[in-house]
């Protein structure tokens, strides 16, 4: 039998890698191909659109739990999709449990053991791997006897390079301990109609050493076919966007790429903003002087009565603008007299980036590398909290290094510290906002729930229907520590339109069938990208602008809201499929 071509393809959540995989796994197959497409989230959502807008039942973690790691487990989860494609999903813990990475881990090492490709007659196996949260499980892909080569999808949106580059940093990471080189085939640029975006990617792409593979613009028909549960090359086969699929198959038929040169961490967002602001901006003030941190905690800012103690923690799934909305917010509530803390709990560490103006050093960092402190009161909490826009107060959780370790690691200890330091009482906060990745509802990305650190969450949302499901998973977490007795619920969900032509309807339908009412509606705005070329949040660059009076308005909902509601999760993600197709049907 000839050689089973394998790669691997990453990407920040929200940028189209799977709507990228799915159509290329189509485009593979017409060429002759036997693809198989290997879902490697706990999403378990990577195939659905290949099945019919039926997620695949059962997943292999699942499986092997109910029966046992046998081969008859693991070839049960083989599920045949459109143009015959093999499809299966790795699956993950129940939200709120465990490590996200664990699905990943079996299902590929049971892949491998029983020869699972070779019994399918497979000869081109896809990863489609989560690359927000590159740890030990989800850098697995990469290793070797899995791909030999890693595409990586991307905008040209600044965090969307910036994982990019984590991703590079992860290959190196595990060639280190690997005897056969992995490779990285290049970018492949997922279009999102901004201002100079391929020059953006491609000189980006230059500074890593990389080529641009691939152009796949933004188009209509990408929604117009998840809505109808399918696939842009299947529903819309003459297209000129299929034949951009089927243009990027031709050219990863034979797979082969280079070493990257990644931008070191601590560098790369200086860097990537320094590029995207050159392409975007008028303005060249800003780029002469960049705004350093201020470790001085001023308590100038502060209401002569103080409210109640608030805690909040935003969820959503990677991409969808959780971490912009959170600075936003906590910019507006600080300039409505709030002394806010905003807490980055996520392993890239870009949640305060906007509020401080650059990426500052973690809680992980400094708890390992003073780890010979035995005493955490030796730890200057200046070294760790920083003071940014409008005197919010500022923190990053961290996480391991790309490639390795757990990534809710950093999650754990940070909250532990916080506590165990009172920073809360010692910087005199009276709101704080946790940002919290929430494509892996895992053990550590669930602890600010969990243990109890917020009562009270909200979820950032789209009309996407991979968005509806990451936020349904969210829902079953709250569900589950409910029925554990942790007292935590929806404060409300915020519409974060990705669509100009709306699409509010689906949420608002969404939300009635979950029982949480929707607080806000932002809609999508270039202010934000021109803002963020800018290191800064909205609230900063555009303080008179439309979006900036919505996110005062989110910020007012939020502090006059005092109700928390416990969720009514879809029980099957399939219903969720059912609803966007039904309210696009209506549209038309």
């Not at 699942?62 to 008859?72: L, T, Y």
């Not at 640029?189 to 100079?196: F, V, Y």
């Not at 969820?315 to 709030?338: C, F, Q, V």
């Not at 107060?393 to 165990?420: D, M, N, R, T, W």
Request: proline content about 6%; hydrophobic content about 40%; overall charge negative.
């Amino acid at each position: 039998m000839a050689e089973i071509t394998q790669i691997a393809i990453y990407g920040k959540g929200g940028v189209g890698k799977t709507t990228i995989t799915t159509n290329l796994a189509i485009c593979l197959a017409e060429a002759g191909e036997r693809p198989m497409l290997v879902g490697c989230s706990p999403k378990s959502d990577t195939t659905a659109l290949l099945l019919g807008g039926k997620p695949a039942k059962p997943v292999v973690l699942d499986n092997i739990q109910a029966r046992g790691s046998s081969k008859i487990a693991v070839q049960a989860c083989v599920h045949i999709g459109y143009q015959g494609i093999a499809c299966l999903e790795a699956g993950g813990p129940p939200p709120a449990s465990g490590c996200a990475g664990r699905g990943v881990y079996h299902t590929l090492q049971l892949v491998k053991k029983f020869r699972i490709l070779e019994e399918n007659k497979i000869t081109y196996a896809i990863y489609d791997a989560i690359a927000d949260v590159v740890c030990g499980g989800f850098s697995l892909p990469m290793h070797n006897d899995f791909a030999s080569t890693v595409y990586i999808v991307t905008t040209a949106e600044m965090m969307s390079l910036y994982a990019a580059n984590n991703i590079c940093n992860a290959a190196l990471t595990v060639n280190k301990g690997q005897s056969e080189a992995l490779q990285i085939g290049g970018l492949i640029l997922s279009g999102r109609n901004i201002p100079a975006e391929t020059t953006i990617v491609e000189e980006f792409a230059a500074l890593l050493g990389l080529p641009v593979i691939a152009y796949i613009p933004r188009s209509d028909l990408v929604p117009a076919a998840e809505a109808c549960k399918s696939t842009v090359v299947a529903l819309y086969p003459e297209s000129t966007l299929a034949q951009d699929f089927r243009d990027l198959a031709e050219n990863l038929h034979d797979p082969h790429g280079v070493r990257p040169t990644p931008i070191p961490p601590l560098e790369s967002l200086d860097i990537i903003t320094d590029l995207i602001y050159t392409h975007q901006s008028e303005d060249k003030v800003l780029s002469a002087s960049k705004p350093l941190l201020s470790p001085a905690i001023s308590q100038s800012n502060r209401l002569s009565t103080i409210p109640p103690l608030r805690r909040i923690a935003i969820y959503g799934k990677a991409g969808i603008g959780k971490s912009t909305t959170s600075s936003n917010l906590s910019a507006a509530l600080a300039k409505m007299g709030r002394r806010v803390l905003q807490v980055g709990c996520d392993p890239k560490r870009d949640s305060v980036a906007q509020l401080v103006h650059c990426l500052p050093p973690t809680i992980l960092e400094q708890l390992t590398r003073q780890h010979q402190h035995s005493n955490t009161e030796d730890i200057p909490l200046e070294s760790m909290f920083f003071e940014g826009f409008n005197n919010v107060i500022c923190a990053e959780s961290g996480g391991p290094p790309p490639g390795v370790g757990c990534a809710g690691q950093g999650v754990l200890l940070s909250l532990e510290f916080i506590e165990k330091r009172e920073v809360i009482d010692k910087f005199q906060i009276d709101f704080s906002v946790f940002d919290v990745l929430g494509d892996v509802v895992c053990g550590g990305f669930a602890q600010p729930i969990r243990a109890g650190y917020c009562r009270e969450i909200y979820v950032v949302i789209n009309e996407e229907p991979l968005s509806l499901v990451v936020t349904n998973n969210i829902l079953r977490a709250v569900e589950k520590l409910n029925h554990e007795g942790v007292d935590v619920g929806l404060g409300g969900l915020i519409n974060n339109q990705r669509n100009e032509s709306g699409g509010n309807e689906i949420v608002v339908s969404f939300a009635e069938k979950v029982g949480v009412p929707v607080i806000e509606h932002i809609p999508r705005s270039s202010l934000i990208l021109a803002a963020e070329a800018r290191r800064q949040t909205v609230m900063e660059a555009f303080p008179e602008s439309q979006i900036a009076s919505l996110y005062r308005r989110l910020a007012q909902a939020i502090l006059d809201n005092r109700a928390i509601h416990v969720p009514h999760a879809f029980q099957d993600a399939e219903e969720i499929f059912d609803l966007v197709s039904a309210q696009a049907l209506t549209r038309v």
